[in-house]
């Protein structure tokens, strides 16, 4: 045991663990101490007395209702601890379309493979497909932590002789992170009120016994995709699935035969009850044709293009009124700002992906208080809203108003010579009336010579017709001219 390595990845997994936490409450105390506390616990895991101290308990309302246990600082660290060692060799045994806790593979990846499947299996909208969706009853409540436990040492097993860790200290901290209950040791946040709507299928509380994760740790959702990973195999190898993937509990099928999809359903029901011990929830069996449409982590997928669900717009909508409330009330510090504009960039980097164009415009230009605009602005085509900064830092508008009202006068020039520009428009605007005016008085002019010539050639050729007929009677008398002219003759001669 190279207790060297164990130190360092300890650090490893502390520094892993406080990205994007560091200003926690848990944190920040554990940062006081830190090269001490993280000896001590190296000392722990060692000396085989580990144990995980009280977490947190708590409801939380958004996306779903549903109760969460927040382990204790400490023993995240250990979570990451882990997860370093064993996450590569776990994923060699995924499929590719397990979505859940890995690394390029969340969400949207899932819902651009569901798109993909359904473009696939119709031959890009041409022919008939049918998509299934289902869903499994209680999920983490109802995993079995022996049945986890055999299932992730099995995998580990195949692996162990090509470990770079240590494998029994792995196994040791294993078992202790999946046996553990933490309702037996937690502190409660909130009121007893918010669990009286929870369903017992989603507390831990009323789990069975040696069932039930907490949700909240990384290695819950680990543990997660590992405990179906062999009905993922079923799915794809014994059914014959080409287009199936999984989030966690949420499970989608495409195939271009009803009946087909219809037939597997009581298989997967069997197989998962059997093998698994979990209940396929039976009010949450989708199947239809894929015109009709399918929601799917987050996003209605429908033919060429993806919509985001109402819930995620009405979040936004919540999300903007909660902040513009704050800003009617007073000015918001620097600290409000930025909280401002992560939560609104947040929502629309989930925008960005689906057809939202017009639901961006309405929350930035309508429904975001007007007062913001001292603060932030608009970047690109209302995908990223940006705070307004001078030189380093942030700076509220009363530093930055010298430049506004500089900015102003500017404009302010700008238009009175635009003003200028339209006076010179105007008046060239009037000269052209008035040379369209005398276009028009020639052109009538043109007309009425044209009128004028009209009447000369009908007087010429009136003319030529009395020419005409003055010559055909030249002609008609010609023939006596001639014989009078022969009786002139004859008395000279």
């Known amino acids: 045991m190279n207790e060297t390595k164990i130190l360092e990845d300890l650090f490893a997994a502390y520094y892993t663990a406080r990205s994007n936490k560091r200003n926690t409450r848990n944190a920040l105390l554990f940062e006081v101490e830190m090269e001490a506390k993280i000896f001590e616990l190296f000392n722990e895991i060692i000396e085989r007395r580990y144990k995980p101290v009280a977490g947190i308990c708590f409801v939380v309302s958004r ?16 979570h990451h601890f882990l997860c370093n060692y064993i996450v590569p060799i776990f994923e060699r045994h995924f ?3 397990t979505y859940s806790c890995r690394k390029g593979k969340g969400t949207l990846y899932g819902v651009k493979r569901a798109d993909e499947f359904i473009r696939r299996c119709s031959a890009d909208y041409t022919r008939d497909c049918y998509v299934l969706k289902l869903d499994i009853k209680g999920y983490f409540m109802s995993m079995n932590r022996r049945l986890l436990c055999e299932k992730v040492m099995a995998i580990l097993e195949e692996h162990k002789q090509e470990c770079r860790f240590d494998y029994e200290l792995v196994e040791y901290l294993l078992k202790i992170v999946i046996f553990n209950d933490p309702t037996k040791n937690c502190k409660i946040r909130g009121r ?16 069975r016994e040696d069932c039930g994760l907490p949700i909240g740790n990384l290695t819950s959702q680990l543990f997660g995709n590992v405990y179906l990973n062999d009905f993922d195999h079923f799915v794809k190898d014994e059914l014959g699935m080409e287009y199936y993937g999984r989030y966690v509990d949420d499970m989608i099928f495409v195939h271009e035969s009803r009946e087909r999809l219809t037939e597997i359903i009581p298989v997967i029901r069997e197989y998962l009850s059997g093998r698994n011990e979990l209940i396929l929830h039976p009010n949450k069996i989708y199947l239809q044709h894929y015109t009709k449409g399918v929601a799917f982590l987050g996003a209605y997928i429908l033919p060429h293009r993806r919509y985001i669900l109402n819930r ?3 979040n936004f909508y919540a999300c903007m009124s909660s902040f513009n409330r704050l800003i009617a009330e007073r000015d918001p510090l620097p600290s409000e700002v ?3 504009v992560s939560s609104v960039n947040s929502y629309l980097g989930i925008l960005l992906h689906c057809s939202t164009y017009k639901i961006r415009r309405k929350l930035l230009l309508e429904q975001m208080h007007p007062f913001w605009w001292r603060y932030v602005y608009i970047r ?9 900064s001078v030189s380093k830092g942030f700076k509220p508008l009363v530093y930055i108003r010298p430049y506004i009202r500089r ?12 003003f200028k520009v339209c006076g010179h428009v105007g008046r060239s605007w009037q000269n052209v009336f008035k040379v369209r005016e005398h276009v028009r008085r020639s052109c009538r002019n ?3 010579v044209r009128e004028h010539v009209r009447r000369s050639w009908r007087n010429v050729f009136k003319v030529r017709e009395h020419v005409g007929r003055s010559w055909r009677r030249a002609y008609a008398i010609r023939p006596y001219i001639r014989r009078d002219c022969g009786y002139v003759r004859k008395p000279c001669l």
Request: charged residues 30%; aromatic residues 10%.
């Open 63 to 78: 996306p779903v209702k549903r109760e969460v246990f927040a382990a204790d600082f400490r023993d995240r660290v250990i």
């Open 95 to 97: 499929i590719n379309d």
């Open 192 to 207: 007893s009120s918010d669990w009286s709507d929870l369903p017992r299928s989603k507390s831990l509380f009323y789990a």
């Open 312 to 314: 995620t717009k009405g």
């Open 338 to 340: 930025a909280a401002f």
């Open 380 to 388: 690109g085509s209302m995908k990223k809203v940006v705070a307004i």
């Open 407 to 418: 900015d102003c006068e500017h404009v302010g020039r700008s238009c009175r010579n635009v």
């Open 446 to 448: 043109v007309f009425k």
